[in-house]
């Protein structure tokens, strides 16, 4: 992963801009990880950790709401408002089994 300099820093807006540089060379400070990061407990993280880290998280997050395989065994006593299962999300899915419960 590389940090481009952009077009801007042609232009003279960004001084420090420079050369390309590895994600992994550029230190970011300051930086407190939340405590479920793999790199809570770290302090001196680069750019390239920090974006890999949420982008883990990301797809840790995606794959666990993922709710594509619904709908094929109660398609008859859920409706879940949808024509489309690429528009079925958690919330909808939550809200069809309110009705159902609820309702």
Known sequence: MYIKKHNCCDS???EKCGK???AGCVVVEGINPPAWSKHHR????SI???LQDLYDAVSEIKDAI?????GTQCETCLDYGVSDK???TV???LYAMEN???G
């Open 42 to 45: 770290e302090r001196c993280l």
């Open 12 to 14: 003279g807006q960004h």
């Open 20 to 22: 390309d540089v590895d």
């Open 91 to 93: 919330g909808r899915v």
């Open 66 to 70: 993922d709710v594509t395989e619904l």
């Open 100 to 102: 159902k419960v609820c």
């Open 86 to 88: 690429k528009e079925l």
């Open 48 to 50: 390239g950790e920090i």
